[in-house]
């Protein structure tokens, strides 16, 4: 299978790359957006690709944009993105891009938890609350919460973590009507798609969303959407609280990460061996035919 580390479209105005995403304005109004097969890992993009992963992650956003599509308007347009690129660049953007609304980016990522692990583990570790949410005492690593909590974290700049703040931090910064709407919509996206994953065998743990305005100030789900790479994926039949359950993502990565006793988790990143990137591709590509019930279109 071919892989995409890095754009070359020249037909239309590179307008920036993201970790993951190179995006190039189609008119005013539109913007082409490419995920490639790059992978971060602890905010630090990794050398090699991870070929096909671009794929897995577009056409599982294209998914969920279609199945919850109800709950709130998305960022698609239904424009074919081969028809934006000149006939020489069709192959940059076959199965691994969108020609989305050029929209208002709110800048407050909406993450909702469902099951208490991660960042939101070690906050409850420390205080017995999860970004100021009292939680019942108790409560075991992985353990599935009482209700999914709303926790917003600050967008950063590429290379930077995103800060976790409080919802009346939230409120502050863009207001307390738009931030109910996000809190709201949110917690009824993760629940319904939380739901369908279930039973293809599949938990949803945890995972955020991003969303924007139009010019009329109507709210967009953009970005990407319940992928892998934006959510924690844990296989059901392996599932068990009091541990780090395997996930459909970039564990491999992650983990052989944490055996470097000399990288400090910044850039720049080490290399990854050959095996490291052959798991992580085939989790990636079991991810989405799990949750489709179909292979991935190459």
């Not at 005492?137 to 976790?164: I, S, V």
Request: net charge negative; hydrophobic share 40%; glycine share 8%.
């Amino acid at each position: 299978m071919n892989s995409l580390y890095q754009t070359s479209i020249k037909s239309l105005p590179l307008l920036g790359h993201g970790k993951v995403r190179d995006n190039y304005a189609v008119g005013d109004d539109k913007i082409l957006i490419v995920t490639t097969d790059r992978l971060s890992a602890f905010d630090v993009v990794m050398n090699e690709p991870i070929p096909g992963k671009g794929m897995v992650l577009n056409q599982m956003s294209d998914f969920w944009f279609e199945k919850l599509g109800h709950i709130v308007p998305n960022h698609l347009t239904g424009v074919a993105p081969e028809s934006v690129v000149a006939a020489d660049e069709v192959a940059q953007v076959k199965g691994r891009a969108v020609v989305a609304k050029r929209l208002k980016p709110i800048m407050v990522e909406a993450v909702v938890r469902g099951y208490i692990i991660g960042s939101g583990w070690k906050d409850y570790q420390a205080t017995g609350s999860i970004c100021g949410i009292q939680l019942p005492a108790g409560l075991r690593q992985a353990e599935k919460l009482p209700e999914p909590l709303f926790t917003p974290a600050a967008k950063a700049d590429l290379g930077e973590h995103d800060e976790n703040i409080s919802f009346a931090e939230m409120e502050s910064r863009i207001g307390a009507e738009l931030a109910a709407k996000m809190r709201d919509v949110s917690i009824a996206l993760y629940k319904e798609a939380a739901d369908y994953a279930a039973t293809r065998g599949i938990i949803i743990a945890d995972t955020k969303f991003e969303f924007g305005l139009d010019e009329n100030g109507v709210m967009h789900l953009m970005d990407e959407v319940l992928t892998a790479d934006s959510s924690r994926f844990w296989p059901a039949d392996s599932y068990a609280p009091d541990m780090s359950p395997p996930s459909f993502d970039k564990q491999f990565v992650r983990d052989y990460l944490e055996t470097l006793t000399d990288w400090g988790k910044t850039a720049p990143a080490p290399a990854l061996p050959a095996e490291v990137i052959e798991k992580t591709q085939a989790k990636y590509f079991e991810a989405i035919e799990r949750l489709t019930g179909e292979k991935l279109k190459v």
